[in-house]
């Protein structure tokens, strides 16, 4: 009895040492966070059904449900990757998954739609004579405040935008494929789409303002500029280039690190994200830099991003911590294959998650990102990557 | 001649009948049954996922002599009475008003009002259609001003499985203040996945918020002291029945005993008290908050059942059978909490009548269980034939197999959340913690000692106890 009084008292003492010794004071200096870490759901999202495979994942949204659509190209599934789908089959899978599809959170598929590999979807519920032209490179995707899913597209003859129900009912296009006007066109009867919308030069991303129903698009990889219009009807609202500027389609040269910032963006335009507090961010990929403006067009600031990064840019995609604030940006870099994490305020890089591999946590190409309401974290990814991938966040980065 | 005091008396053991010493094998064909009726009866539990759901929005608000409720539905919810439609699919606003009346009286009859047990009969029902991105149902003064206020101009594009289905109800009742209930219930076609999230605005000012999934029965909202208690007696009941782990664990705990004796009432009453100390403490909200620590209490859970299976494999037992159930005692009351926290909702303005009614539902259930158990026990016990081990032993097996697979499903998601970072305010935490386990303990403790003194334990001098070895 006595060895268990004396357990149960020791036991006793270090639980109360260990309470005092948790008091403010004892502790030591205060910690300095340099940025949220994150850990991959490597079961994200779970396998497809029908022995659907998906190609490049070119966009990738969170809606205001928190459920996590992306677009990809089913036309990029080499031939043994769509083996099932071949006259006579050669293999066991697969099959190219429709091109807009719809996750949870647990990566369970809820919905998908559109594309070549939606049966029917391109002979009757968006055609040409319904005023659809589907792009022949899907890019980019957005889901608005009245959870219509936006689309854009790069191929070369794409220039258009298209604006869906969330079912893949068609309910508008912006702009006509095979037809562009230059980066100061803005539509009319005369001088743009039939539907009277501006036309538009391979649009690369839109993203639509639910306090104004405007919507932005980042017009892209044959313009340069951000084109803003009525995000009912099409119609067009204004538009700039960098630094607010008129744009210009002068060709602008190769970009040289070094050399004082370019006074145009450089192809592609890649993003356009809307901050609660009004700012606008725009992906000017290949100059290595943000550019933050007003809704109204007016230039506030930029930041830069490794820039000496050549090929394909270092700023890819944007988008922000869910807190009130949005403290933090999250920029994919697909040339770099990591996702560099900013302070909105001051585009200082806090930290860094991913590099250039085939493995979970890994990026080939990291070309777009969402976050949800939670933080989670959702990339895609193009040319050969052809995956989405989840990351939850794991805490700060502390000293 | 007296031994010397250093030296112990071996317990006496029952001594092996000769029929058994004749046959060593058997035990071994023992060992083989057990297994096959392991490997045939055991499934491993599967999990499963919840896919997305849909939710409903209501306030209610009784003032004077009427009944205000404010509902919102998702219009994907209307799919079966085919409003009409333009174009590609939007809502054809001009003429809906056929399909709004139709919505409300649908609506009537799937979410049903009670006062003091009385259905209340719909007085007055208006209704409007909302646009994805309206958000007025934050407030009950923002969904009152909308619903009062113009509807939307005709021109508005709302497609048919985007918006909102928006209406104003009203009932008439005797008192602000009788005792209302309702009942959410969905028809047939309308979708199975559907939550109510229901605010109510009592008469002294008091919000309360409840979430509600459909087919839950009628739910008394603000229950007087009686009708929350006896509702949490009824849930804690239904929740240990409904638990196959809880109730394994109570199982396994159980096997090795072959009387009703105090070592019996010291063990249940050990798992009874830490159990309870720990849902008390979960309600009021004494624990970590992070989601990995249901996914560790799940897994412990799994880990509890796996051992005592073992033990009753091994070295089955009841002597310290307390110290087992009191130990993982703990982490079951952990679990109990998380349907706890859930229903609390329920318990109105009686939270502490509601959580010992609550536990006194979990006693109840757990005494039936052992009602159940124990005769079968004791009648293989007197049978004399040693079947009493043989059951224990294939029982256990059965339940090592349903309990690791509980282990490997559970330690899999565990591992998809992230821990918590330690920070400044974690040693203290985990101190709180570590004090909680201390006192429950040394409580236990106590309280078994207590017992074991009353049932007469006597020690002699020499530390013998009983009839010294070789005594004649």
Redesign the interface.
Known sequence: MTK?TLL?GG??A???L??A????GW?GAT?THHGPRF?V?P?WPRPLPNKWLVGQVAGIAVD??D?IWFVQRPSTLTTDERGASLTPPRSECCFPAPSVLRF?R?G?L?QAWGGMADPGFLSNRCTPAMGCEWPVNEHGIFVD????VWLAGNGGADNQVLKF???G???LQIGKAGVTGGSNATGGLTGGAPNGTPLLGRPADVEVD?TTNEAYIADGYGNKRILVVDA?TGMYRRHWGAYGNVPSDAPPGPYVPGNPPAQQFRNPVHCVRIANDGLVYVCDRVNDRIQVFSKSGAFEKEFFVATNTLGNGSVWDLDTSPDKQQTYLYNPDGENNKVWILARASGTVLATFGRNGRNAAQFHWVHNLAVDSRGNIYTAEVDTGKRAQKF?????D?D | MLEHPSARARPVRPAVPSAARARPWRGAFTGLWALLAAALLATPAAGH?V??EMRVHAFLKPEGQRLHVLVRLPLALLLNLSLPKRG??YIDLAHVEDGLSRAIAATDQDLEFFEDGRRLPLARGTARIS???DRSFESYEKARALLAGPRLSEAT?V?W???YFDASLEYEIRSPRSTLALDFHVSPGRGDRLKLDLRTLSADGVVRAYELPTGAGEVVLDPRWHQAAWSFVRSGFAHILDGPDHLLFLLCLVLPFRRIDWSLAGMITSFTVAHSVTLIAAAYGLVPSGAWFPALVETLIAVSILYTALENVVRPSPRGRWVVSGLFGLVHGFGFSFLLKSQLQFAGSHLLVSLLAFNVGIELGQLLALAVAMPVLLLLARSGSGRDRLVTVIVSLVVVHTAWHWLTERAEALK?E?W??P??????A???L??LA?LV??LV?LAVRHWRRRAGRALVPDGNTGPAAGEP
């Not at chain 1, 010794?21 to 403010?24: G, R, V």
């Not at chain 2, 920070?423 to 203290?428: I, M």
Request: no cysteine; hydrophobic share 35%; net charge negative.
């Open positions: 268990r149960w036991a006793f270090a639980a109360v260990v309470v010794a948790s008091a403010p502790v910690t850990r759901d079961d205001r449900h459920t949870d647990e369970n809820l405040h009245d959870d219509n129900s969330s079912d009912t068609f309910l639910p009912a939850k966040p794991a805490g700060m502390d | 996922d896919p997305g590609p699919g646009p994805p991105s594009d497609f499985n985007q918006g998809k992230a918590p970072i920070d400044a305010a974690s040693p203290g985990l101190a709180r570590g004090l201390v303990g040394g403790w």
